[in-house]
T-cell receptor, first 115, second 113 residues
Framework: DTAVSQTPKYLVTQMGNDKSIKCEQNLGHDTMYWYKQDSKKFLKIMFSYNNKELIINETVPNRFSPKSPDKAHLNLHINSLELGDSAVYFC??????????????FGPGTRLTVT | GNSVTQMEGPVTLSEEAFLTINCTYTATGYPSLFWYVQYPGEGLQLLLKATKADDKGSNKGFEATYRKETTSFHLEKGSVQVSDSAVYFCALREKKAGTALIFGKGTTLSVSS
């Protein structure tokens, strides 16, 4: 069973378009995240939701809007795509806090290419 | 703010060589520490973790010890294999609700036979 899944795996689109990436987790976690990995492999948090409530909102352009319809889903919508948005986007989930160290489970990533 | 610094790569080794990837951190309090691995074309997988000082995380022959005095969490393996070729990320997370992982820049390991 896939724990954290993302669709699509690859997304190629033109500048100015609007696109969405979907994420679902079947681990029963109550916190979900979006990370961006740039061309140099650097990973940085974008957003975090806990029980459908936005907790972390890093300095991300407001063209990016996360939406969490329920605890198991966190989607990322991007308006007016720019060349600089090209990256790999990872969804992750975790329990808010466990004695074991709150590890996060990552999806396979969505490679977004803006032309 | 919190941060993670890991050695620049790439690291190139022959099979069965000893591996060390250095990682140091800056944090308020005592975060949990993690090593994640990313194989080519794949997502991140948790390799090992440690949640308090002197804890040793281990998995698949890899080990790392949480050193509070040196704020370090170096990754080691006694004998690497070609299949260990990947990008390795050191990360920390504060022990607070809703916090995210803070990653180092990643170290690419290439093992040749």
């Amino acid at each position: 069973d896939t724990a954290v899944s993302q669709t699509p795996k690859y997304l190629v689109t033109q500048m100015g378009n609007d696109k969405s990436i979907k994420c679902e987790q079947n681990l029963g976690h109550d916190t979900m995240y979006w990370y961006k990995q740039d061309s140099k492999k650097f990973l940085k948090i974008m957003f975090s939701y806990n029980n459908k409530e936005l907790i972390i909102n890093e300095t991300v352009p407001n063209r990016f809007s996360p939406k969490s319809p329920d605890k198991a889903h966190l989607n990322l919508h991007i308006n007016s795509l720019e060349l600089g948005d090209s990256a790999v986007y990872f969804c992750a989930s975790s329990q808010v806090w466990t004695a074991g160290g709150s590890e996060q489970y990552f999806g396979p990533g969505t490679r977004l290419t803006v032309t | 703010g919190n941060s993670v610094t890991q050695m620049e790569g790439p690291v190139t080794l022959s099979e069965e060589a000893f591996l060390t990837i250095n990682c140091t951190y800056t944090a308020t309090g005592y975060p949990s520490l993690f090593w994640y691995v990313q194989y080519p074309g794949e997502g991140l997988q948790l390799l090992l973790k440690a949640t308090k000082a002197d804890d040793k995380g281990s998995n698949k022959g890899f080990e790392a010890t949480y050193r509070k005095e040196t704020t370090s969490f170096h990754l080691e393996k006694g004998s690497v294999q070609v299949s260990d070729s990947a990008v390795y990320f050191c990360a920390l997370r504060e022990k607070k609700a809703g916090t995210a992982l803070i990653f180092g820049k990643g170290t690419t390991l290439s093992v040749s036979s």
